[in-house]
Each structure stands twice: as C-alpha cells, then as structure tokens.
C-alpha cells in the first residue's frame, strides 16, 4: 500500500453518497462523479460498498498495460491518473481489464475517466474529496499510524484474490484481525450454484 | 502550477529526449526509467529498444536519401536551411523510434494485429460512411436498440402489465410486519435511482460532457496552422521545393517541385502574394490557437488543476515562439526594411530546431500516435455492429447489460493473458457487477458488520 | 482546493438543512458569485458533509430563482410579474381589509424552522405586534410538538440535555426512531467513534436502516409500539436492580407511581405488542442499566404518533431511572429535524410562545415580552392554534388570509387534500420563497426572499448551539430578504417605528435584550464571539459566559422544583387498529439525499423515475 493512501471499510459505510456528491466537486474533474457507490446486497440489506482506484502496485496499474495508446500514466509515488485526453481513444480496454470496476468511458467523447485520488488536493497535502466528506470514516485518507491513532487496533489488507491470481493495491480495506494474512476476496472465481451466483 | 511529482511525471511520459519512453509501467524508481511492458529490468537494451533504433535509423536515412534525391542531388538545396533539414531527420528518428516502441507493447500490438485484419476483410466497411462519420461507440447504438425493441415491445403488450392483487396475502404480512416487508421496498425504491446516477457506460444518461465548442475551434486553428506550416517549410528546407524566376526582371515565378514545373505564378498578383506569405497566414492561425489553449490554462480552474509545465506548457510556448519569430521575419522584410533579419532568423531556427527535437517526447507526439490509434481501432472494431447481430455486442454474464463488442473483448482477453494479467475471465462482467461481486464477497467472507 | 491566481474566496457558513448545521466555506468567484463548497474543519463536522450539505450551493444562483414579484388578483389568473411597491401595498391593503372586516384573526402568518433565528423571531413579532393577530405559528410544530410537550412536562424546558460530543464518551447508546445514517449522516461519526471505545449501540427501528444492520440490538418492532417497549425496559431495570436510586431520591418525583405503571409491563407484554423476542428487552435493560453512561437520542420515528408525547415520557422515563442525565456521556436529547428547527421554535414563532422561550399564557412573560415590544400588555394577542389546527380554521373560513415565508406547506402538510382545500379557501394568500415552490404556485401574490447564503444569521442546532451563518453573496436584483419583506409590511400596516430594522445585526440585538433573563437566554452572544468560538449553546445570560452545552450538570431541572417529573404513561391501541380491510402499516422512511421539500434543484442529488 502506499505510504498515504486510503483505507476503505465497508462495515463502516451507510450508502449516504456524500463521497458521490463531494468527488464531482474536485477541480480536475468538475461535474464528474468518478467514485461509485454500490449496495452489495441489492434487495435485502443496505449493506454498501464505496469504490475508489484501488492503484494497483503489483501489477502495477493493469488498466495502463491494457492501453493501447498509452495514455494511463503513473506517478512515482504510484497513482495512477486518469488517461490522458489527447492519448485516449476512448476503446474501453481498461474498463473491462480493471477486475475493480473502477474506470468509466464518456461514450459521446470517448474517453475514459477514473478515480485519480484527487491528485490536485493530494499532491498538496489536502485528503481527496471523498475521504474528506466520508461522514463515518468509511472512508479514511492517511498514514497506517494516523488509522491507527484514530481506531487502535485496526487491521488492513492490501492484497485481492482473483481466483487464483492475487492483486496488491495501493489502497488499503479494513479487515478483521482474523483476516489479516489472507488476500480480501475480489469476487472471482463466480460458481453457479442452484442458478443462483456465489463467488 | 509545477511541483516535483509532476516534473517527474513528465520524464515517465518520456518527456526528456534521450531518455527512454514509457509504457506506463512506472513501479520501480527512478522516475524516467520506465521499462514497456516486454522489456526486462537490466543494463542491456531491450529487444523492443534495439528493434525501434534500428527501424528509426533506416527511417532517417531514408529520409536523407529522399532528401538528396529529390533535391535533384542537392541541386536545389538552399545550404541556409541545413539546420532546419537536420532537424527533420533527428525529428524523423524520433517520431519513428517512439512509434515503434509504442507498437511493440502487449496491448497496442494485439490493437494493430486486429486492425491488420480489419483492413483485409473489411475494406469496404473501412470506408463505408458509417466508418468514416464520426462513429458512434458500440454501447451507446446498442443501448438505442435495446431501448427501440423495449418501446415496440411494450406498445404490443398494450401497456403495463396488471400488478397481481395482493389482498389475499394480506394476513401473511401483518404478521411479518417489522424487519422484512417495510425494509425491502425501501430498498429496491431507492436502488433504480442510484443506479440511474452511475456514470454509465451504457450510456444511460447524458452525463458527462463533450469538449466545448471554444476548445474545439481553438485545436482546430493550432492543427491546420501547424499542417499548413509544415506543408509549406518541410518541403522548402528539403529542397524539393523550389521557386525560380521566368525572367531576370519580370514578376513572373515558377514552382518547382522536384525540379518539375508544377505552375507558374504573377509574385504581384494576388495569388502570389497568398503563396509567398502563407507562411504568415500560418503563423497567425497557430498563434490564435495555440494563444487560446495558453489564456485557457491560466484561468481555467479544470486546467489549472492538473497541469505540468514541462508537459502541457512548454510545447503550446514553443509553437508560439516559433510563429512570432517567423511573423517578425516577415515585418523586419516588409516594414523594418531588413533590420535585424540575421538576427531573428537565428531565434526563428533555434526556435524550430528545439520544437522538431521536442516533438517527439512530450504532449504533441498525439499528433502521429492519436489518429494511428484511433484509426487501428476503427479498422478493428468498425461502428455500428449489425442492428440484428446479437453476437456482435458481448452482454455481462451476471446482468445481461451490453459492455462491449465481443471481438474487442475477445482481444482483450488475449492482450491480459500476454501480460500475464490471470483476471481475464472478469473482462466478461460488467463493472458494475464487478463491484457489487465483490461487496458480497467480503459481506460473506471477510466482514458483514462493524467490527 | 482553489489553484492560486483563481481569485476565490471562501466564506465560512453552515448547511441550512439538518439540524446537525455542519460547518462549511461556500467558495465565492471573483465576481461575487458562489460556485462551489469546501469542507470546513468546524467542531462539530470536521470536515465531514453530507450530500445535500455539499449540493447545497447548487440551489443558489439557480436558473429558476424567482427575480420579481408576482401577483393576480384571482386564482384564475396567471401570475404577472409587478413591482414591489405594487406588491407590498396590494398585501397591506389586503391585510388590512380581512381584519376590518373578519376580525384581527382571520389573517394568519405561517412561518418556518429554515428561517434563521432573526427571522423566526420577526415572525412571531409581526404577527402579534404589526398584524395583532394570534395565529401564528411554523412549520417545526408539525413535527417537534411532541418532543416538545414531553420536555416541559419532564424538564421544564425544551432541549437536548447533551451536546453531540458526549455521544463519545458514552457507553450505551439507544437510538430510537431515528434513522441516523439518511437524516443526520454525519452523526455516524460520533456513533461509531463511540462503538470504536466499547460502547453498546441499540437501535430501536421497525426497518433495518444502514445504523441499524450493524448495531449491537436492532429492535425491529412494530411501528406505534415503542411507548410498550420502553416501558417493559424500565420494568426489567427496575427488576434487576439497575435503577439509580440516589438519583431518583434526590432529583426526581414521582418514581412510585412510574413503578406501579411499568409493574404491568413484563418482557410477556412486550413480546405481545411490539412482536419482538422477549430477550430483546432483557438485553437492552442489560445494557442500558448496566452502562457506567449511558444515552437515549431519539426524533420523529417514536414522536410523530397520536400519543407521541408519551412516548418520549417514556425514553426519558428510563434515563432519569437509570440516574443517566446531566454528565458527560449520560443523557438524552431529541435530534431537531430542520436546520432551525431548535432556533425557530424558541422566540416566538409559535402558537404558544414568546422570545426567550417564553409562554404566552403566563402573564409575567407576556408583561414582560410587551413591555419590550413597547405595547400594552392587553394588545398582545392571545395563544393561537398549531398550524395542522390552522388549516381546519382556513377551510371554515375562520382564517381568510395568510402569509407564509420559509415553508413549503402544500407539500408538507399531511392530508393533502384537506390542506389544498384550506389554502383555496383562503381570500388572500401572500407566500414568500425563493423559487415557484408549491406552495408559492397557489398564492396570490409572490414575492422573491433571499436564500441562505445571501443573507447573514444565526441559526441553532439540535445540540442547542447557536452557529453564525455568513453571507456569501448579494440576491440577485430584485430579490429582497424577508427581514426587509416583514419591515415593510409592518411599515404599510403603521408599525415601522417597531420594525426599523437594517439588517439582521439589529434584529439579533433586539434579540439579545429580548431574551435576557428568559429561560431561552441569548443576550451573551454577539456574532463576533461566535465567529470567534465556532458556536455557543444557550443559556448564555452574559458576554464572559461561556455557555450551557450540558443541562442538568447541577442536577436541577428548570420546574419550580428543580427536580425531573417522572409521568407513568400507558400503551394504548393506535386510533385506527388493524383490520381485514386495512392489515398493513406504512412507515415513511428517508432518503439521504433529500430533505423536506427543497431538495428538488440540485440536479446531482438521486430522484426516483418519475419524481
């Protein structure tokens, strides 16, 4: 994980959306809500789950190998920004590559847009908009320590299992102190049992 | 609005001549030393790297035979213009090195292989309107075939259907009544309009914004300024075009290409003014655009944001240079009578020199790189997949909804196999069930509550 | 965060739309134009927002903002756009008219809890001094009555007794009939910043809201059932030994009699009414009894039922049970709904009150509050009707005219149909709002009020905090703020000398004399002390006090007595049972993202199809 990253938890997340409304805030991508916020248990509890760019360190950024023209870029500390609009052909290759569901394509403009941790604010030392808002810390910006301050205790895993490839990610999820040594479950392999999706 | 990081993202971009490209692939410090995808860590020169030199010398020396050639052996070089001319070839080298480098990646290499194929069985599609209008992305012409088949097909069925009367199960629900009936409904209310929000690849709704119209005219003026430009002066300094005089007195000039009479023209007339000074006419066109994009990126809050100096700002300074050092030219030779000609013409050339050697490394490299990408990615994927085709638009596995062609995903799958990306098999879901798979996933396996 | 060279300033304000009023800076463009939020580190957020909170600027320079006044004389008419002196001199004459004719009561004014203080406190003044009419009263009443009534009754005063901040330090927290996450988001954060220290949570919630999934004990019960819940709670407390009877002895009356009450109330009875398990209530006592603190938060949920002020009796029952009242972490408080729904009930808004928290029925508050407002004692009007009351009284013709500002009452008002046929009833009705809202569409004249951030106020939170909202830019032209409306209203109906007002400044410093001495005490506070300190909570009776954010740190209620009045309160059957022909209950719910009725601009925040 990076050295300042995010720490998502979704335990901690009402589906209140104020990360949505405050991301289409950000300057570099005004009017544009790159956060997604989706219910994981649509129709039976309000269980929620924020998505932000995950970063990914190992492989680094599959979105930007994907990329036919180059336009994914990655800065030293590691995050990777959103495709550079003179590069971007708008082919959506990173959408279906990223296993996160991250990146999404203006389909009229042709261009790919993402979760870039509001590298206007963060390069400057401020939290991204989402982690700034997050009414309940489900989304937190910081160091490991300064979580760690804030809830003793807490433990993070920085590694997704993809069936049997695993991920490592610059963005940290919170994980009960049972779960810190395995990869958190990306959702892949998906079994059919009795019709019915279990991943 | 420079700082550090950014600085360094400019030299991973391969803003620097000298150092090497990048692929994006940018783990490992020091900034700048960012392999491609196939290059191995290391002191020697990868096999991509050495592939790239070789085909950008052949390229540049090709260049210098076609130079001397159609100089007529250098007969009609004008030996003022050699600096320029070199330029051109280290700007060729360049330009061919980066292109190859970019082509010998994984993904840009399976996009060529697919365009290859479009090209040989797809020709007429190629060129059919439908390719060469500006194509409409696969989703959004399926989406509008799927809405157009819900609208016929509601209109058959005569309307709603009938919602089932629900008294008889009254009593069932009044013994339910807490947790699980009043919960339900609000949830399954609340989630179409959350999902209506999500930025849509499906193209639900027009949410996002295209690229106003001011930015549009502005490139417009900056790309055939530069066109026009580089029509007029590339040929000019290689010597393959050439003016010569009819008489020794007389206004009448001949253009000469080759050696080849192409026309001759009145140099008073007003045609032959436009042609001696189309240059200017250039110039005034870049400096619009190029005066625009440069206001824009000190005002505009969007552009303010993210901008590097090295990579947005240099290259839109550098036109400009280049265009009022070439319009001064033209004023020392009309109005100042020829006072301080040497001079500028020494910051016109080193001006043009810096901007060709530059080229090749920053921001306007999209030049050659865009329209090849995007024309790669209209010959594999032409645009409207057959309105009968279901084949044509791959639906996600979960949810049905239409992510993209198939033969575009098929590709991509092959492309994340060759990068040992071992995911591919969620390339067949949509993102938003990749997100909403993998919140169940840690509900069940990993966390359901707070703690 | 704003590049340099853009020529952007940032006004420091809080949201208008809960009654959590979290700090933010509304970011203003050179030209005096406010385009955008920045999070703001204030005390009570920390940077935190919701989304309405971070929208919220959307709804100011709005295409559709009404820039003129607009007026026909009858309904079939369309509007046509006028001045403001034609406006205003058409609704004087009109006042006038309906009260020579009807009666100094058949003119109403209908105010709200979005209006900050200055302006609530106009209102009440309006009404009775410049109209003399007892009808006046607000929209908070429609949803605050109950708590409201369960607070004098138990406290002799109307409040929450803890800040927010004593959420961390508690050890049991029982939330109840509130849905936390979609109404009030940013309190999540001192919920579980509480649950991260140890702390219990119980959510008392026929529906499993997002707080609810997670907590500790989710009570599902039946909707109209918690009155019976709490009160078998109090039964096993009392049971168990959990009760504090130091406490009880020394700040309380009437525990016997609570006791005999809650005696009927075995965990059996629960289990029967509330359709919940039995150990649900063992485990809730357990907690809440044991906890070294323990709190109760509750809002509408449990309140807005036929007998909701009894429901709130009986939460309140179990904390002064429980010896939790008056200490950090230990304590109870009804979360106000609207951004000023504590502020906008307090100085006179209401049917029954006067500034400072007074009664309109006490004669030494009404010789005081006339005294102050410069009239005679017998002028001042009489308590008037709550404003679900009123709409019967505009149908039967009793209220002929009306004017509102600051509420959308067509919409919000139950019984739609009842309340459409009240405002068509009406001769004259003059509404106040910076958009066509509803309400606004049906009125016989219109005029264009000012928005939030255009106008400078104070406004107070459900923590009783009293926060400064600052003006971040002009109203458009011909916009005016309803400071000035109501000024020249009463200047027409010959009261300017009692309305000269310049600004909002000069109403709260009228606002200050007013209240001191009062139960609800602001004459020490200034805008510049809270500009300095972030917000002070009333009592606050002098310049050097630092304010009251904790009741009952003495252990003293406001009753002559000084003690907690404990009220035995039964269960009853709701009004209208369960039956073949209607088996089911609805309960309404929220969505986070909307907030009464004037969500509906920003064109970000979610809406069903349809709506």
Known sequence: MMGRTIFIDPGRCIGCRACVSACRECDSHRGTSLIHLDLSDEGHSAASLPTVCMHCEDPVAPCAEVCPADAIL????????????????????????????????????????????????????????????????????????????????????????????????????????????????GGLPVVEVNGVDVP | MSDPQAEARADVSGGIPGEQPAQARAGAPPAGDAPAGALPAGDAPSPASLRASSVATAVSLLLVLAIVLGSRVLRNFDAALLPYAVATVFLAFGVAYRYMLWLSAPASRCLLRQARRGVFFRVRALFSRA??????????????????????????????????????????????????????????????AFTAQAPAITAQEPVFRERPRARRIAHQLLLWGSALAVLITFPLTWGWISFTATSAAGPGYELRVWGYRLAGFDALSIPGWALFHALDLAAVLVIAGAGYFLWRRMRDRGALTGQRFAYDLVPLLALIVVAVTGLLLTFSSL?????????????????????????????????????????????????????????????????????????????????MRELDLGFDEWAEYCPRCKRQLRGAAYLTQVKKGYV | MSPPGSGETLVPTHCCFCGVQCGMYLRVDRRGKVFGVEPRDHDINRMRLCAKGIEAYQQINHPDRLTSPLLRRTRDEPFRPASWEEALDLTAAEMRRIQDAHGRDAFAVLGGSGLTTEKAYLVGKFARVALGTRHVDHNGSLCTAAAATANHLAFGIDRAANPFSDILLSDCLLIAGANIGDTFPVLTRYLWGARDRGAHLVVVDPRETAVARTADVHVALRPGTDTAFFNAVLHVVDRDGLTDRAFLDAHTTGWEELRKTVAAYPPERAVAVCGIPAEQVERVAALFGAARNAMAWHTRGIEQHPRGADTCLSVINLCAATGNLGRPGAGYGTIAGQGNGQGGREHGQQYDTLPGGRSITDPAHRRATAALWGIEEAELPEAGTPMAEMTGQMRRGEIRGLLGLGNNALVTLPDHSSAQAAYDALDFHVQCDSFLSETAAHAHVVLPVATWAEDEGVMTNAEARVVKHNKAQDPPPGVRTDTWVLCQLALRLGHGDRFAFAGSREVFDELRTATAGAPVDYSGITYERLAETGGIAWPCPSTDHPGTPRLFEDGRTRHPDGAVHLHPVEWREPADPYDDAYPMTFTTGRAAAHYLSDTHQPPNLPRTKGS
């Open chain 2, 335 to 415: 109005v100042l009578r020829g006072g301080g000609y040497e001079f500028l013409a020494l910051l016109h050339m080193a001006s043009v020199v810096f901007a060709l050697i530059y080229l090749p490394f920053g921001k306007f490299f999209h030049v050659v790189q865009r329209p090849a990408a995007t024309g790669m990615r209209r010959a594999a994927h032409p645009a409207a997949p057959a309105a009968q085709d279901g084949a044509a638009v791959l639906v996600c596995r979960r949810c049905e909804e239409p992510i993209g062609a198939a033969s575009a995903i098929e590709d991509l799958r092959t492309t």
């Open chain 1, 74 to 185: 990655v800065t030293p500390d590691g995050v990777v920004q959103q495709a550079d609009p003179t590069r971007c052909i708008g082919c959506s290759n990173c959408v279906n590559a990223c296993p996160f569901g991250v990146p999404v394509v203006d389909t009229r403009a042709r261009l790919q847009m993402k979760c870039d941790l509001c590298y206007d604010r963060t390069a400057h030392g401020l939290a991204p908009m989402c982690a700034t808002v997050c009414p309940t810390g489900a989304l937190f910006y910081g160091t490991l320590e300064e979580l760690r301050a804030e809830r003793p205790g807490v433990r993070v895993a920085d590694s997704f299992a993809f069936g049997d490839v695993v991920l490592r990610t610059g963005v940290a999820t919170v994980v009960p102190a049972d779960k810190v040594d395995w990869p958190v479950p």
């Open chain 2, 131 to 192: 390719s060469l209008s500006r194509a409409r992305h696969p989703l959004r012409t399926a989406a509008r075939q799927r809405a157009r088949a819900e609208t016929r097909a509601t209109a058959r069925a005569g309307g709603t259907a009938q919602a089932p009367a629900f008294t008889a199960q009254a009593p069932a629900f009044t013994a339910q009544a807490p947790a699980f009936t009043a919960q339900a409904p609000a949830i399954t209310a609340q989630a179409p």
